[in-house]
């Protein structure tokens, strides 16, 4: 592989420094070589050289909570997709996320060792994936694919998996273990989207959790991630050693200050709730989901917005699979009306989001050493950041080096006598 210089850009680097105009980056077999002022980077020999048209040059962005496997919750597509075609929507949703500017995501659930498997030979276009092959649940909890009239189904491809007690949270550990998964993922509360639970319902013991954080953290330090919504099961997850909460919809103060002392990142995936409601209008979906989709969508906003203003570390997510995938960009949009500055919510979509899925060596900053992951925007997102979720403003996506994305915007060729030589 060539080296590869791109310039003509203004850098915002992931680490929330000022942004950097007039500058440049070089990358090589897949890894960024050199970054700075352009004015103080040679052009190496034979390099291909790419003209960013003066757009904004930002690492690749990670969402830490995706379901490649899920298409909204719309109840006849659930019903009536078959495995085949749900499998090569999965491509189309991962290829649409890379396209808008997430190189790397945490899929949550639903996703399989397999799908991973083809992004890393080539095979398909998508972000490289951390996956957590299934959600542990209780019965009757946030992943018991259950229906009054039918009872607990088995869809062909479940999300769920369903232990209860200590012998059998651990079996299910071991089994997704087995089965590859990079995260324990776990509701530790009542959801949105389950029939017979409500967010704010405790589910698991605290013993229950504790197992399953010792068994995973048995395996080279897996971590947990916790589908935790209520302040009871936030609490136990946090008290466990959950890596994660994600939603965090009823966060109380002592939640709060446990998320600060044990250095647990919060995933608000504010995008979620909101995309229930919104296409709750366009497809038919289960009452009840949408009736607690409205109960919490505020209350989810005000809770976000508190641990902030506590500094609880925020990686962004979205649960995109319950959105529509590639809208992922939106959810900085969505940070910044809860009162986080256009330039933090860049962070915690970089730097804050590498680190929480455990990527904070290879991604989320534009630094030697890291891997090519860029994003060029020809609008400025820290004067108007929802210009990030809009396609036409991702000009180009670059993953590990690789061109994934260019627009006509971005120009090849030879540098004008004023630049670097
Ligand atoms: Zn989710």
Known sequence: MKKTLLRNVTLIDGNGQEPLPSAAVIWDQGKIVEVGLESQIAVPPGADILDGGGGYLMPGFIDSHVHFFANGIGLEAALMTPPSLVVIHAVHNAEKTLH??????????????????????????????????????????????????????????????????????????????????????V????????????????????????????????????????????AEGIKNAIRAGFASIEHGIYLDDEA????LTHGTYLVPTLHAPLSVIELAESERMIGSFVKKAHEVVEIHQQSIAR?????????MGTDCGVGIHGTNLRELELMCQIGMSPMQAIV??????????????????????????LVVTRENPLTRIASLKEPSNIALVVQAGKVVKRTEHIASGAIGDQHAG
């Open 307 to 315: 641990a902030y203003q506590a500094g609880v570390k925020i990686a």
């Open 348 to 373: 915690a979509s970089t730097k804050t989001a590498a680190e929480c899925i455990g990527w904070a060596g290879e991604t989320g900053t534009l630094v030697p050493g890291k891997w090519a992951d």
């Open 187 to 230: 509701a530790t509360t009542g959801g949105v989207l389950s029939t017979a639970d409500h967010p704010s319902h405790t589910q698991f013991s605290p013993e229950e959790l504790n197992i399953i954080v010792r068994e995973a953290g048995y395996r080279g330090a897996v971590p947990a991630m916790a589908h935790a919504q209520g």
């Open 100 to 185: 808008a500017g997430i190189t790397s995501v945490r899929d949550a659930g639903g996703t399989d060792a397999g799908f991973k498997r083809a992004q890393v030979e080539g095979l398909i276009q998508a972000p490289r994936m951390k996956i957590a092959i299934k959600i542990l649940s209780i019965t009757g909890g946030h992943g018991d694919e259950y229906f009054p009239a039918l009872g607990q189904v088995t869809p062909l491809m479940p999300m769920g998996l369903v232990c209860d007690g200590p012998d059998e949270v651990l079996k299910a550990v071991r089994e997704v273990l087995r089965a590859g998964a990079d995260v324990i993922k």
């Open 256 to 259: 709060i200050d446990m998320m």
